[in-house]
């Protein structure tokens, strides 16, 4: 076998470097305050109002976005539904230079994005770097490629776009996620309001800037910051036709209920509690390498975090061994140094909820490991942490933390394995870990998971559809089946 590198990198087949490592925080030029992006402008808010975003890392305060009020809403929905007719009548392959002059912007100014992400999010600079803002402009190219193939994708059907597409985004891949979401809204015809989180809401901004650079014709893009209030105002707006939300369960239960009765379509990627299960055929220590990966990726603020780990019993006390071995490994620390395994956690709202799943594991009566390494003084960070001895009825294996938290359990059959692994109210994702083909397909037609990975995790490509079952939510984002949810077929 192949001398493999001990340290974590993270690194994506997909994702390619296009700007050296950045090494300070001086490269990246935040402005002190954003305005709205509305109609082709920078805009005051009506509200009048603006709210701090801070760097986790730190808790200094980077900038100060608008605080978007329900007016503010409407203005951007106006600017958008008057976009939307030229928009969706320029000939698609018009449609699709734009999207690639913003694919190009994005790589082009890959490095300052790098570093405003891990400054307002909290993730490792190398992650934002090979990962987010690469995968981020590939999601532009690709899409820029479909504007003018949608007859090939849906033959003999016709595609008409939706119309307004609010979007509401979350904080652990800000840039991706506003990407996954726009670049399918313009490739399809539609236009564009999109909110991102109110903890990471300055690559948005940038982004904004971009697409001004871009020329982007007026209201075909509007980005508004602000809280759930203003995520709210654009669910219940009575001129947008679709909402694409990622975010909590809870939340998406609440966009569903208002917007049933009404002819809004939805698309809703909501939270996961993926199982990773490994097999005795398994290669072990290429396995651990993708149990660490799923789990301690971004935090573990990633909805497809690989948070459950099934073991088969004979192999445990070895899996379990090398897991710790390698965990303490792991470098956890300032987000922008490059080494940086493990950055910060992305707000004392999430830092609260992890800790309070550790104790709820520990008063389970579960065994907790934690990596030895020594924490920054200040900002929120939380070690690797593993809990094994777990009860497949225990709430740490049954509820979405958002954090480095994995839970272990073992299993002797495949029937066993199986019927845990679906045995939680989600369905996002999964991983498979086996030198046995014939197991690798009979657990992907069995697992209730919209994306099942075999002997790898994490991998993420702008080909592939992405999306779950059960409380994981609906519809697809990614690959031919991104277009879909953006389209009226007939
Ligand atoms: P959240 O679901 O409240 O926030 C996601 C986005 O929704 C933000 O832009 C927020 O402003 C917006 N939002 C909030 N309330 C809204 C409403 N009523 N209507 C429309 N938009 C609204 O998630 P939060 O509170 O930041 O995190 C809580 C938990 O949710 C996390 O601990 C994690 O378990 C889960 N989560 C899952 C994500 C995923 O990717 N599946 C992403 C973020 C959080
Ligand atoms: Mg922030």
Redesign the pocket.
Known sequence: MAKRDNTLKLKFDSARKFAPAPESRSAAKIKPKYDLFINGKFEKPLSKKYFDSTNPATGEKLSEVADSSAADVDKAVKAARNAFNSWSKLPAAERGKYIFRIARMVQERARELAIVETLDGGKPIRESRDFDVPTAANHFFYYAGWADKLEYAFPNRTAKPLGVAGQ?????FPLLMAAWKIAPALATGNTVVL????TTPLTAMLLAEIILEADLPPGVVNIITG??ST??A??NHPDVNKIA????T??GK??EKAIAGTDKKATL????KAANIIFEDAPLDQAVEGIVNGIFFNQGHV?CAGSRLYVQESVLESVLRKLKDRIETLIVGDPLDKNTDVGAINSK??YD?IMKYIKIGINEGSDMFQSSCTLPSKGLYIPPTIFSNVAQSSRIAQE?I?GPVLTIQSFRTDDEVIEKANNTPYGLSAGVWTDKGSKIFNLTTKLRAGVVWANTFNKFDPTSPFGGYKESGYGREGGLHGLAPYLNLV
């Open positions: 509401i985004i979350p904080w652990n909110k991102p989180a109110e809280a759930g995520g709210a654009i669910v939300f990622t975010g909590s809870d939340v609440i966009i990627e909501l939270g996961g909805c709202q999430q909820q979405e958002f």
